[in-house]
């Protein structure tokens, strides 16, 4: 396992200087940070670490740096430090999933011992999911891409079998499906893990700034460039970077970049110098490129330089018997989230979840999953106060109201062919039978333009 350390974002520089001085007489390895533009890079699942950051700060500031991480990962430790008129504003934090806050002035002593707790709890943390991986069960890249279908399965072994290379690699996928994810993966079973994960997104870089962007410049290279400015590929050195939407590339800066992947060296602008370039690229597309290539936007050269490993991630369509798991578990982290109660979700609505069409994927439908938990209309005439939970408190309720809801999600899935459902299911047909008969489970619950169709493959 890495070392431990602290990423320090305040704006202050006197402050932060300070406190890096005094946690280093502590033991403690320390990064500091002016602003948290450049932290979200160093982070992911496999970070060994703390983060301490102000709440005010320009730009981002310390809660919005909170909800990001818990995006990556909600069990790293974020400590807030904050001034004396932002205690409530931090009581709110922890209750949305900061660690812990110390309020300003604060004794290096005191900082110290918040940090090694916190340092502490994400060494477990760490170690439990390896141990849970080394003993077959549900590891990190099962809880972030999550599916029993095969389609899912081979997904996961490909990302770990490529994750471990160096290998230049090109995600594919409808919008959705979760490409960033699969990218992050990549980049935390690598051994880049601790170094930064650069996300670009090639689709919104200004077209007149694209360059300046991406290599960087001298000062002077162009009208208004007062200084010199490192590009996104150097801030990448070391670490992944990922270039989403690479068919967005305007033309002529295809070649360019083709020659950063062959030669691994960039110039900036308005300089003659040769930067060496120590990274791994990562590219991902919605859209056919090869067909791109074949109408004259994307150069051949450089698809055949990206694709020296391909994976393509499945849409929801193509795994349709995953999504009841997929939005319990989705409701579930929302939950989390936004510091809301767990409460079970009906048959109704997982049947409901099953049997429509997601073409946003993923992304669309956690959306409807953070609808559901706010209490906000989540899809055709329903509202997350109407979502027929479960009145019974007792297990047993709770559990019966669980697994009827993921029959019948499978049932829909399956578009009444039972088979696949008991198979999936890892059940027999007669006991799918006896639950269907128990729970009242029939064609109904399909709607008039479906049928239920006998045991038989379809």
Same mark, same amino acid.
């Given at each position: 396992?890495?070392?431990?350390?602290?990423?320090?974002?305040?704006?202050?520089?006197?402050? %932060?200087?300070?406190?890096?001085?005094?946690?280093?007489?502590?033991?403690?390895?320390?990064?500091?940070?002016?602003?948290?533009?450049?932290?979200?890079?160093?982070?992911? /699942?496999?970070?060994?670490?703390?983060?301490?950051?102000?709440?005010?700060?320009?730009?981002?500031?310390?809660?919005?740096?909170?909800?990001?991480?818990?995006?990556?990962?909600?069990?790293? !430790?974020?400590?807030?430090?904050?001034?004396?008129?932002?205690?409530?504003?931090?009581?709110?934090?922890? =209750?949305?999933?900061?660690?812990?806050?110390?309020?300003?002035?604060?004794?290096?002593?005191?900082?110290?011992?918040?940090?090694?707790?916190?340092?502490?709890?994400?060494?477990?943390?760490?170690?439990?999911?390896?141990?849970?991986?080394?003993?077959?069960?549900?590891?990190?890249?099962?809880?972030?891409?999550?599916?029993?279908?095969?389609?899912?399965?081979?997904?996961?072994?490909?990302?770990? #079998?490529?994750?471990?290379?160096? #290998?230049?690699?090109?995600?594919?996928?409808?919008?959705?499906?979760?490409?960033?994810?699969?990218?992050?993966?990549?980049?935390?079973?690598? *051994?880049?893990?601790?170094?930064?994960?650069?996300?670009?997104?090639?689709?919104?870089? !200004?077209?007149?700034?694209?360059?300046?962007?991406?290599?960087?410049?001298? #000062?002077?290279?162009? *009208?208004?460039?007062?200084?010199?400015?490192?590009?996104?590929?150097?801030?990448?050195?070391?670490?992944?970077?990922?270039?989403?939407?690479?068919?967005?590339? *305007?033309?002529?800066?295809?070649?360019?970049?083709?020659?950063?992947?062959?030669?691994?060296?960039?110039? =900036?602008?308005?300089?003659?110098?040769?930067?060496?370039?120590?990274?791994?690229?990562?590219?991902?597309?919605?859209?056919?490129?090869?067909?791109?290539?074949?109408?004259?936007?994307?150069?051949? &050269?450089?698809?055949? %330089?990206?694709?020296?490993?391909?994976?393509?991630? *499945?849409?929801?369509?193509?795994?349709?018997?995953?999504?009841?798991?997929?939005?319990?578990?989705?409701?579930?982290?929302?939950?989390?989230? /936004?510091?809301?109660?767990?409460?079970?979700?009906?048959?109704?609505?997982?049947?409901?979840?099953?049997? %429509?069409?997601?073409?946003?994927?993923?992304?669309?439908?956690?959306?409807? #999953?953070?609808?559901?938990?706010?209490?906000?209309?989540?899809?055709?005439?329903?509202?997350?106060? $109407?979502?027929?939970?479960?009145?019974?408190?007792?297990?047993?309720?709770?559990?019966?109201?669980?697994?009827?809801?993921?029959? $019948?999600?499978?049932?829909?899935?399956?578009?009444?062919?039972?088979?696949?459902?008991?198979?999936?299911?890892?059940?027999? =047909?007669?006991?799918?039978?006896?639950?269907?008969?128990? /729970?009242?489970?029939?064609?109904?619950?399909?709607? !008039? &333009?479906?049928?239920?169709?006998? &045991? %038989?493959?379809?």
């Amino acid at each position: 396992m890495s070392e431990q350390r602290v990423l320090l974002v305040d704006d202050e520089e006197e402050l %932060r200087l300070s406190t890096v001085q005094a946690l280093e007489l502590f033991g403690v390895t320390v990064q500091a940070f002016s602003s948290a533009d450049h932290v979200l890079e160093l982070i992911g /699942y496999s970070f060994n670490g703390v983060v301490v950051t102000d709440i005010r700060m320009p730009g981002i500031d310390g809660m919005t740096l909170l909800h990001r991480i818990r995006e990556i990962d909600s069990e790293i !430790p974020v400590i807030l430090v904050t001034g004396h008129g932002d205690v409530q504003l931090a009581v709110k934090a922890m =209750r949305e999933g900061a660690y812990d806050f110390i309020e300003k002035p604060f004794t290096p002593q005191h900082l110290a011992g918040v940090i090694r707790r916190a340092m502490d709890r994400r060494g477990l943390v760490l170690e439990n999911r390896r141990l849970r991986a080394v003993a077959g069960k549900r590891d990190d890249l099962e809880a972030r891409l999550p599916g029993r279908t095969q389609t899912m399965v081979e997904l996961r072994y490909r990302i770990r #079998a490529i994750g471990a290379t160096e #290998a230049d690699t090109l995600i594919i996928g409808d919008t959705g499906v979760g490409k960033e994810v699969v990218a992050r993966a990549l980049h935390d079973i690598s *051994p880049r893990a601790n170094r930064p994960f650069i996300a670009i997104n090639c689709a919104a870089l !200004p077209e007149n700034l694209i360059e300046s962007e991406l290599f960087g410049h001298e #000062a002077g290279a162009f *009208p208004g460039a007062i200084r010199a400015r490192y590009g996104k590929f150097e801030h990448g050195r070391g670490g992944t970077i990922l270039l989403d939407e690479v068919g967005s590339l *305007p033309f002529d800066l295809q070649a360019k970049f083709l020659r950063v992947l062959q030669e691994r060296v960039i110039t =900036r602008l308005g300089s003659n110098e040769i930067v060496p370039l120590d990274v791994r690229f990562i590219a991902t597309s919605k859209v056919d490129l090869q067909a791109e290539v074949a109408a004259g936007r994307f150069r051949a &050269d450089l698809l055949y %330089r990206l694709n020296v490993a391909t994976i393509h991630v *499945p849409s929801l369509e193509q795994r349709r018997t995953d999504i009841p798991l997929l939005f319990l578990q989705l409701v579930r982290e929302a939950a989390a989230r /936004y510091g809301k109660e767990d409460n079970e979700v009906s048959a109704d609505v997982i049947s409901n979840i099953a049997q %429509r069409d997601w073409p946003g994927n993923v992304r669309e439908l956690r959306n409807a #999953a953070d609808r559901l938990v706010l209490g906000l209309d989540w899809g055709p005439g329903e509202t997350g106060a $109407a979502v027929g939970r479960e009145d019974s408190g007792r297990l047993a309720d709770k559990v019966a109201a669980f697994e009827r809801g993921i029959i $019948a999600g499978a049932i829909s899935a399956h578009r009444g062919a039972l088979r696949p459902v008991y198979e999936t299911l890892g059940i027999s =047909r007669k006991t799918l039978y006896e639950k269907m008969q128990k /729970y009242g489970l029939d064609k109904k619950m399909l709607g !008039p &333009d479906h049928v239920l169709y006998e &045991d %038989r493959d379809i």
